[in-house]
């Protein structure tokens, strides 16, 4: 079972708004990521989790604040956002942080900024 | 740079038909390379090649890479309209601590 559960599937929200999106993996995986894709673009990395910290923020700015309350779950919390931050949001999450560890997605939360 | 190169963009072919899609890299620290297959959600992952010239089957896709020539290429036979989908190739952990690079996709029709 290779299930990484994202949710809200949908979410539409106003610029000054504070919503959360939150990710969920009971596979055991100590690494977990968050990543965002516009239309016709491939994935791009926002944060890597690894054993509960922090590993890599990719400059991603600071209205985007994950968090990781246990190995099983992770958090992406939003606020004041830009109508160009709409995009899908992918969780993703592996065994371990590093090579040779397949990254596994989860079906991706779809935002919408208004 | 790394760079993950990913061809045809996109392609339409007839249920039926056999495709060929093609994914080159050009990356300091070759580890792995990943196949993914995205609808209209997530990426779905469908191989990890590691080794070269060992094909990897799955029903009707199969893989395999060519590490000299730096490139891996997605087979699928007897395409089904259900094959429709980008198809993302991605280099994983290329160099410093980026996990995955990807190509741009290749965008697959399959028309009845």
């Known amino acids: 079972d290779t299930e990484v559960t994202q949710t809200p599937k949908h979410l539409v929200m106003g610029m000054t708004n504070k919503k959360s999106l939150k990710c969920e993996q009971h596979m055991g995986h100590r690494a977990m990521y968050w990543y965002k894709q516009k239309a016709k673009k491939p994935p791009e990395l926002m944060f890597v989790y690894s054993y509960e910290k922090l590993s890599i923020n990719e400059s991603v700015p600071s209205r985007f604040s994950p968090e990781c309350p246990n190995s099983s779950l992770l958090n992406l919390h939003l606020h004041a956002l830009q109508p160009e931050d709409s995009a899908l949001y992918l969780c993703?999450?592996?065994?371990?942080?590093?090579?040779?560890?397949?990254?596994?997605f989860g079906e991706g939360s779809w935002l919408t900024v208004v | 740079e790394d760079k993950v190169v990913q061809s045809p963009l996109s392609l339409v072919v007839h249920e039926g038909d056999t495709v060929t899609l093609n994914c080159s890299y050009e990356v300091t620290n070759f580890r792995s390379l990943l196949w993914y297959k995205q609808e209209k959600k997530a990426p779905t992952f469908l191989f990890m090649l590691?080794?070269?010239?060992i094909e990897k089957k799955s029903g009707r896709l199969s893989s395999i890479l060519d590490k000299k020539e730096l490139f891996s290429i997605l087979n699928i036979t007897a395409t089904q309209t259900g094959d429709s989908a980008v198809y993302l190739c991605?280099?994983?952990?290329?160099?410093?601590?980026?996990?995955?690079?990807f190509g741009k996709g290749t965008r697959l029709s399959v028309i009845a």
């Open positions: 991605a280099v994983l952990y290329p160099s410093g601590n980026t996990p995955l690079v």
């Open positions: 590691t080794s070269s010239g």
């Open positions: 993703a999450s592996s065994q371990e942080y590093g090579p040779g560890n397949t990254i596994y």
